[in-house]
């Protein structure tokens, strides 16, 4: 079973940057909207952003909203996510998977994500 790899968390101070990257092998990436998911303890995956297939669209969520930007580079195979003024709110384990945007589901297995850091 593919799953994404996910990479490009740490540590950082609020207000800074970071870029996360999704590796993910699967055969049918490039017709698949991916989006980046987060998880805080005790709370359930939410999606941040998601980009379409061809990268032509892209959604964000009020919360991250002017501070992150979605890519993708389909011969890679991979999706990034660029995040400025990062706030201690944004800590959490983030998580690349397709995503069917009509139901609000991710459609493809989990991968390990990659720790946040904020420190304020």
């Known amino acids: 079973q593919v799953r994404p790899i996910e990479s490009g968390g740490g540590l950082v101070q609020a207000g800074g940057s970071l870029t996360l990257s999704c590796a993910n092998p699967?055969?049918?990436?490039?017709?698949?909207?991916m989006a980046w998911f987060r998880q805080t303890p005790g709370n359930e995956r939410e999606m941040v952003a998601y980009?379409?297939?061809?990268?032509?669209?892209?959604f964000y969520e009020d919360s991250v909203k002017g501070r992150v930007t979605i890519s993708r580079d389909n011969a890679k195979k991979s999706v990034y996510l660029q995040m400025h003024d990062l706030k201690s709110e944004d800590t959490a384990v983030y998580y690349c998977?397709?995503?069917?945007?009509?139901?609000?589901?991710?459609?493809?297995?989990w991968g390990q994500g990659t720790q946040v850091t904020v420190s304020s």
């Open positions: 998977n397709s995503y069917r945007v009509n139901s609000g589901r991710a459609l493809g297995s």
């Open positions: 699967d055969a049918s990436f490039d017709y698949r909207t």
């Open positions: 980009i379409n297939s061809s990268g032509s669209a892209t």
